[in-house]
């Protein structure tokens, strides 16, 4: 008998880069992502329904990156990036014919030709230029359960309204039922941010925000919003408070231990959330990564990753920047990489599979063993570590579905599946925090990033009262336009990876310029709807603006300034229950 289920999770997303520059930063990055992750991803799914080995896994796709991979400018892109990087491998493959009389480097160049050849067919053929086609297709087939993400990435906790929290969901339900037709059942929490209901200010001396005021608990909006569950780290269940038992019937009863409800407080169980006894009936479900068995994979120094056969991410060639050198030695100079060797990677990758697949199944074994209850393991990933940073990472991953479906005692299941399998009783407050460093927000809310806070906040408060201004007025296609536009460069300014960005020190001048642009276009935005007179209409300067700032940020095209309103209603409705 199976001792319970493992539920892998894939969180795919990347900032809005289209029309923002290509190399070092900017639609590369996506194109990056495609070839390296999202095509190998999409080849090993269908492979394995394909062999008929059922493994069911949940990828979660962020509204801004699907809006990305859609729009019609995409294609050509990626297509240009193929070639190009074929012709780089080319070149790279006449260059050590000249100069390296090793012919292990020529056979290295001709394999990233046949590669970026493959990874082009894939996408103009197997796949017919769209990549969330393709998931919807295998989400209808009962291969994968895809999950929703809010709208552009915001780092929900941080955001000086509920309303604003409620916009990014509703739009990414929204988003997502035009691009999977149907709704969804699961959201990831950007950087799992999470925040229960309490009297709330800013942490940063900032006007409007700065005095304390109720705000809903991140559960409530989702509640509010039709959705079911989203994930969280292993160290803030840990901490959880009991809050309530429901019954059969729904009633919730006091948090008394049983045999039954033991509140262990472990990753392997899954818990209803809720802030408070009076705000249970707005409770949402929440998984939990499991951190030891995580680590074997996130970790580039204790984990598979830092093998010494696997591709190096680092050392790249000096023209085409494509790698052609092995880890070898994690702390070695890189002078001393030496050549890659496929075959050696492969076999890494079918034996860590092996070993990881055993510890699921230990973690399993032994929690049925000792409590007598089916476990969880909840095991969430950013796709772009598989295939990105982890080239074999998705040779890594048709081993794990593999060894999983075969195996006696976990049962792959999507996160849904899962949810309706286990059926939690248990509700318990969860403490604020993230997946970040400490568990806290402190890599979107450190000092450098102090200026982008008081910018959004500010920026809140001037849609807030502009959006107030034309609740009832009638309202002009133009006015519409403009309402429109500013209301996108809004949400895009809310992005969390332009906080990562500087923090992190990884790309900060261009997430520094980006979230300039984003600010400026805004606050003209909101100046030409505050000076709009329909009988004089838009200045010929204004108007070719509009349209530029349109086409360069041409997301969710169904946006209107009623989403705003839809958000305000929501929130309106459930702050009686706070």
């Known amino acids: 008998m199976q001792a319970g289920s493992v539920v892998l999770i894939l969180h795919t997303h990347l900032p809005y880069v289209l029309h923002h520059g290509t190399w070092p930063h900017g639609s590369d990055w996506l194109c990056e992502a495609v070839a390296e992750c999202y095509l190998p991803l999409l080849n090993t799914l269908t492979q394995l329904a394909a062999e008929g080995i059922t493994a069911p896994i949940t990828v979660d796709i962020s509204p801004v990156l699907c809006e990305q991979l859609e729009h019609p400018d995409f294609s050509t892109l990626f297509e240009q990036y193929c070639t190009t990087h074929i012709e780089l491998a080319q070149q790279d493959e006449r260059f050590f014919a000249r100069t390296e009389p090793n012919p292990h480097y020529r056979m290295l160049a001709q394999m990233w030709q046949r590669w970026y050849s493959a990874r082009l067919e894939d996408f103009t053929e197997r796949y017919q230029h769209s990549i969330v086609g393709a998931l919807r297709r295998l989400q209808d087939a009962g291969v994968i359960e895809v999950m929703t993400c ?61 005095t304390p005021h109720p705000r809903l608990g991140i559960e409530q909006v989702l509640a509010r919003c ?47 959330i809720a802030s408070s006894w009076d705000t249970l009936a707005d409770n949402v479900t929440v998984f939990t990564r499991d951190r030891n068995i995580s680590l074997q994979v996130w970790s580039a120094e204790l984990g598979y990753p830092g093998d010494p056969n696997y591709l190096d991410f680092h050392k790249k060639h000096f023209a085409s920047a494509l790698r052609y050198w092995r880890v070898t ?20 990758a079918q034996l860590h599979a092996f070993h990881f697949t055993q510890l699921i199944e230990r973690s399993l074994a032994e929690y049925h063993r000792t409590t007598g209850h089916s476990g969880v393991v909840c095991l969430p990933f950013d796709t772009e570590l598989f295939g990105h940073w982890w080239f074999e990472g998705p040779l890594f991953l048709y081993h794990v579905l593999r060894g999983l479906a075969l195996s006696p005692l976990a049962r792959p299941m999507t996160a849904s599946a899962a949810l309706d399998h286990h059926q939690p009783r248990q509700v318990v407050r969860l403490p604020e925090g993230s997946w970040g460093r400490g568990n806290h927000h402190d890599v979107w809310i450190e000092h450098p990033v102090h200026w982008m806070w008081e910018s959004i906040y500010r920026a809140e408060y001037r849609w807030s009262r502009l959006a107030e201004r034309y609740t009832n007025a009638r309202r002009t296609p ?64 204004d108007r070719a603006f509009l349209d530029d700032t349109q086409r360069r940020n041409a997301i969710f ?22």
Not at 174 to 202: D, K, M
Not at 331 to 348: E, F, G, I, S
Not at 509 to 538: I, N, S, V, W
């Open 329 to 348: 030695d994690n702390k070695a100079d890189m002078r001393y990489k030496l050549l890659y060797v496929p075959q050696w990677a492969q076999q890494r």
């Open 478 to 541: 133009t006015l519409d336009r403009i309402l429109s536009q500013a209301l996108r460069e809004l949400l895009l300014l809310q992005a969390s990876d332009w906080e990562f960005l500087v923090t992190t020190g990884t790309a900060t001048d261009y997430a520094q310029m980006r979230f300039a642009f984003h600010h400026a276009d805004f606050e003209r935005l909101c100046e030409m709807a505050e000076r709009y007179q329909p009988k004089r209409g838009l200045s010929k300067t």
């Open 150 to 210: 809010a709208a552009t990435h915001g780092y929900l906790p941080l955001l000086g309204s509920d309303e604003s929290v409620a916009l990014q969901v509703l739009l990414a339900c929204e988003n997502y039922r035009q691009h999977f037709g149907r709704s969804p059942r699961g959201i990831w929490l950007p950087e799992c941010g999470y925040r229960p209901a309490y009297v709330w200010r800013t942490y940063l001396p900032v006007e409007h925000f700065s």
């Open 557 to 578: 095209p169904e946006l209107r300034l009623e989403h705003w309103f839809n958000a305000a209603h929501a929130v309106g409705s459930a702050k009686t229950r706070v």
């Open 226 to 272: 039709g959705l079911e569950y989203f994930v969280t780290d292993e160290p803030l269940i840990r901490r959880a408070e009991p809050l309530a038992i429901l019954r059969d019937d729904g009633t919730p009863v006091p948090p008394i231990p049983s045999s039954d409800h033991p509140f262990a407080r472990t990753p392997l169980e899954l818990y209803r």
